[in-house]
């Protein structure tokens, strides 16, 4: 993941590019979490900014957007949550499995601008061995996001509620199209997504879900871990929409997820 710097370079790229999901049902009975402090404060925020020339030789630094992540809800999962072959991990018993539910949400743009790719990045120190990594493939139609949960027992799946979205009516329906949605785990370097926008499916600002298993050790009592992002803001000018890359200027932004004792 870059930050912008004061001359508009950027940092090195991470080699993958990552892709947002649309948010999911409300869930109950998480067993701990990171979520916003009682004044709404997200847990962690990554404003973006693109850099403009002006007269001469100057250029100044214009917020472009941004990514929040609002919060982290942890459940407690076990092996039996998984198919047989998971089931029979090696090792399994000196481990605890712990599901992350990460919820996003882009920042509205200024008029005539729009989103085109959207990427965030998580680093957890240390950084553990991911069992599972949710969306990890390109999920355009409703039969892909039925097929989300798949991998879960159907009690996972159905708390979990990947997949769904309410209408103002407050009714539940599928979700007809996607943004294109892909998932990397690069290990010690951190894992994420990119959402990147598809005719039908466009990156607007709303919440965005995503999920991932951890193996832990039994006593963990935590986690630690940075959020990153950075995007691809188009503006329309003359009638074209020009893309320029949109990233931070400060470094990763820092949060905790407190976990239970394990009974």
């Known amino acids: 993941m870059s930050t912008m710097t004061e001359d508009g370079s950027t940092g090195a790229d991470s080699p993958e590019w990552l892709r947002f ?24 925020v990554r404003d973006l900014f693109v850099g403009e020339s002006l ?15 609002l919060k982290v809800d942890n ?20 481990r605890r499995l712990e599901l992350l539910k990460f919820t996003f949400m882009l920042r509205e743009l200024p008029a ?13 120190r240390p950084q553990p061995p991911l069992m599972l990594l949710r969306p990890h493939l390109t999920y355009t139609d409703p039969r ?24 103002r009516s407050g009714g539940v329906g599928r979700v007809d199209r996607l943004p294109v949605v892909t998932g990397v785990d690069e290990g010690p370097a951190g894992f994420g997504w990119t959402f990147q926008a598809q005719d039908g499916a466009p990156l607007v600002p709303q919440r965005a879900q995503t999920v991932v298993v951890a193996e832990l050790p039994l006593d963990a009592l935590g986690l630690a ?11 329309r000018v003359a009638g ?9 200027r400060t470094p990763p932004a820092t949060f905790t997820v407190a976990l239970p004792t394990v009974g």
């Open 112 to 124: 005539g601008r729009r989103y085109e790719t959207a990427r965030v990045r998580i680093v957890l």
């Open 75 to 94: 459940y407690r999962v076990t092996a039996a949550d998984f198919p047989g072959m998971a089931a029979r991990r090696a090792g399994s018993e000196r």
């Open 144 to 167: 892909a996001a039925r097929g989300f949960g798949s991998e879960f027992r159907p009690a996972l799946t159905r708390l979990l509620g990947m997949g769904d979205k309410h209408t």
């Open 21 to 44: 999901l649309r948010e999911g049902s409300p869930v109950s009975g998480h067993r701990g979490s990171a979520g916003p402090s009682a004044d709404g404060v997200a847990v962690a």
């Open 55 to 69: 007269l001469g030789d100057r250029s100044r630094f214009v917020q472009e957007g941004g990514v929040m992540l």
């Open 240 to 248: 074209i929409h020009e893309s320029r890359r949109a990233l931070p």
């Open 225 to 235: 871990g940075t959020f990153d992002a950075e995007a691809f803001v188009a503006r």
